[in-house]
């Protein structure tokens, strides 16, 4: 939480002043969170985030997949477009 730019001052406010309302009031928005978990989206953009309940039939493959160890092969290295210390995407210079 960034204490010197809160995202909801409202809440920030009820935070500083009263933790027990502050509490309720987060309890509510996971419960209405949990029951509406799996509505439909508000919209007809394929690339927006839902979720299904979990099936096993079409869930455990990708599950198994992930959980799966995988030896690390030493002749195996990814590409890396980040500078050594740096943080900053494409930030590695190319040697031609």
């Known amino acids: 939480m960034n204490l010197k730019v809160p995202a ?5 406010n009820l935070f500083k002043t009263n933790r027990k309302a502050f509490v309720e009031k987060v ?17 007809e953009d394929k690339h927006y985030i839902t979720f299904k309940p979990y099936d096993s039939m079409v869930h455990d493959t990708a ?12 002749s195996s290295h990814g590409i890396s477009w980040v ?3 740096s943080c900053d995407p494409f930030s590695k210079v190319e040697n031609i």
């Open 8 to 12: 909801n001052s409202e809440v920030f």
């Open 27 to 43: 309890k509510e928005c996971v419960a209405s969170s949990l029951e509406h978990l799996y509505d439909d989206p508000p919209t």
């Open 63 to 74: 599950k198994n997949a992930m959980l799966r160890h995988k030896d690390n092969d030493e």
């Open 83 to 85: 500078q050594p210390g």
